[in-house]
DNA sequence: CCACGGATTGGCT
DNA sequence: GCCAATCCGTGGA
């Protein structure tokens, strides 16, 4: 959920994956410490963006306890409300095809450009600003899908990646 | 200081 | 399926 320029873009989680600085090669907390970094050490509930090839956001939620460099990435979103708001800041233009809403935050980078994430929104705390993540009581864990992460070249064995299954919105089965 | 390559995406073959 | 785009964090000289 994220309030930007007075409305409220929302949308559900439906793609994950978790990365773990202690244990995980993939992580970026894994060399320990930097100045990149420093937020995924803190405790919880803060949002970690970085920037990556040249040209893309990511965010993840900052999941661990204090000096534990664990985050959880942001993989999906289905789009809920404002969605031509979000299609204005991901493809320029608040009209767009049926195709175009499922791949309008099906991938990390994705749902950065959608609600408008940025460098500037890195440490965010999500317990209290205009961006902030809520429960999913409904979601049961029958509908969740478990595999190895994507688009990582160490530590690929690790099973951390979390989708909804029968999700059309997912970056890819 | 400099070189390398990435938790990606979209366009072209 | 392949690859360019395009910054900057990180690591080695």
């Known amino acids: 959920?994220?309030?930007?320029n007075g409305k409220r873009l929302a949308g559900k989680i439906v793609?994950?994956?978790?990365?773990?600085?202690?244990?995980d090669e993939a992580a970026h907390t894994y060399g320990g410490k930097t100045k990149r970094n420093e937020i995924m050490f803190e405790e919880g509930g803060f949002l970690y963006?970085?920037?990556?090839?040249?040209?893309?956001?990511?965010?993840?939620?900052?999941t661990g306890k204090k000096d534990h460099g664990q985050?959880?990435?942001?993989?999906?979103?289905?789009?809920l409300n404002e969605i031509e708001e979000m299609a204005?800041?991901?493809?320029?233009?608040n009209?767009?095809?049926?195709?175009?809403?499922?791949?309008?935050?099906?991938?990390?980078?994705?749902?950065?450009k959608a609600f408008g994430i940025n460098r500037s929104d890195n440490g965010t705390d999500l317990t209290k600003s205009e961006i902030y993540i809520l429960d999913n009581p409904k979601l049961k864990m029958s509908?969740?899908?478990?595999?190895?992460?994507?688009?990582i070249k160490k530590s690929k064995e690790l099973p951390w990646r979390f989708y909804i299954k029968n999700s059309r919105?997912?970056?890819k089965k």
């Open 1 to 4: 959920m994220r309030e930007f």
């Open 15 to 23: 793609e994950v994956e978790a990365y773990d600085g202690l244990i």
């Open 49 to 62: 963006v970085y920037f990556t090839y040249g040209m893309h956001f990511c965010c993840n939620v900052v």
């Open 71 to 79: 985050a959880v990435l942001l993989r999906a979103i289905e789009p």
């Open 88 to 93: 204005v800041n991901r493809f320029g233009r």
């Open 95 to 112: 009209k767009i095809s049926g195709k175009e809403l499922f791949n309008i935050a099906s991938g990390p980078a994705k749902i950065c």
């Open 143 to 151: 509908e969740i899908v478990q595999t190895a992460r994507i688009g």
């Open 169 to 171: 919105f997912i970056s």
